[in-house]
């Protein structure tokens, strides 16, 4: 796939480094499509606004698509119900405000997206970031697959400064790709425009209505093993209400003590608990990133460190799935790293859990347990949290690579931010020590930094975690146990109806 980036007078409302051409078609006049992925909203992405803008100057129309893809990483009902109904908001708002339609297709992107653009006459296809192999593999499949004629672009809407202009090269550790991160700032940390509507309607041939009852049932009900939550709204409105919403927003009401607290799983509210909607696309980190910044000369040590973890860390993740084609196993580790979790792979270990045991959070530990039972049940585990009960995985497991699987397993199947670059960068970073540096060495872990109960309890009230969650978990089961009892007595009174 040859990536050549795009002449910057071309270009004038997207800063030109965001772009890339995966593919130079040999040109002709038609359609503009913006194949959705990872950036699903209307405001602030940059992959709408260029595909808008290139459309409006070619005097073509323009459309959304999106793929469902049958299966994506094991995504399960409560990741598709999310990612659904937020999308069934975008669809509205595309056609209402902007009249851009808005097209589903069901299937491998590969095909779907490819006989979108072919059928359409497309000539200019934009489509999102994502450094996952995957979306990778089947970006090259779609440039294989269109006509000569269609160029291809790729638009970072996802991080702040795109991850090829950030860097070119694997970074070792926050502290490298940091400097490089900042300087670039001034170019990329700036306001949006708006969205302009299209000038050339989009003549629909055939009725494209969608059924989003019926989608969303279907995947409640094929994903069902790990059900929806319900305190995490979907959609850009409740993502901006997260970030800075009068009730309980994050910069509006909560942002004064995240430095103090942010590592402290018993104020889980000191968090922005935006990471759903940063992982859907919901938000865009650079609209997070400029309000942050707003607020600075009030909250200067708060706002500092929010930005470090939304730009520095989440960029890091992806610098480190882009270029480590073994993001997620042993070999994507450093080779001291390598060498010690092998050194200790045969290491005795006092307690050796199953992947069941484990998912069923049946060990000796009951911090752990509650942590377990909180991604479980919750879909979302406190950010300390997760460091703990990664690492606790590779003590108790017959070996590193087995951890490492049974981790992100489990990571990707409850989370409802799974699946995710710092979802992998996070589960290495715990069991393989990647942007870490080697600590002293111990069994099991060799020179992996350690983590173990004792040093939680000095840190935070390890009884009121637990107790927290027990509460939560138990609310949430009753919750379960109410609709179930009001399912079966709909359905007693379906068949009874004289009852
Ligand atoms: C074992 C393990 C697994 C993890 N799995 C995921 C995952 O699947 N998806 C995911 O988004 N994050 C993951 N993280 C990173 C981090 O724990 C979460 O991003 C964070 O807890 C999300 O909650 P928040 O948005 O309320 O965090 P906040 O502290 O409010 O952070 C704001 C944003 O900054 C980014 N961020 C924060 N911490 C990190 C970090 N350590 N690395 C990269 N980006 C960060 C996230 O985008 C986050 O939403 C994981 C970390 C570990 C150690």
Known sequence: MATTPSPPSMLPSVNSGRIRTLKEGSGKTGPVVYWMFRDQRLKDNWALIHAVHQANKAKVPVAVVFNLFDHFLGAKARHLGFMLKGLRQLCHQLQHSLHIPFFLVRGEAEE???KFVRECGASLLVTDMSPLREVKKCKAEI???????????????????????????????????????NKKLSDYLVDFPDVEPPNTKWVITEDHVIDWDDIIAQVLRSGSEVPEVDWCEPGEIAAMEVLMGSKNGFLTKRLRNYSTDRNNPCKPTALSGLSPYLHFGQISAQRCALEARKLRASYPQAVDTFLEELIV???????????QPHYDSIQGAWEWARKTLLDHASDKRQHVYTREQLEKAKTADPLWNASQLEMVHYGKMHGFMRMYWAKKILEWTRGPEEALE??????DKYEMDGRDPSGYNGCMWSICGVHDQGWRERPIFGKIRYMNYEGCKRKFDVDRYIAYVNKIVGELRKRKAENLLSEKEKVRRCCNPED
């Open 112 to 114: 779907t997206v490819s």
């Open 143 to 181: 440039c294989e697959r269109v006509s000569d004629l269609v160029t291809v672009h790729e638009v970072d809407a996802h991080n702040v400064v795109p991850l090829w202009v950030a860097s070119e090269k694997l970074e070792y550790s926050a502290r490298t790709i940091r400097g490089k991160i």
């Open 313 to 323: 860390r989440r960029e890091l993740a992806d610098n480190f799935c882009y270029y």
């Open 406 to 411: 049974i981790c992100i397993y489990l990571n």
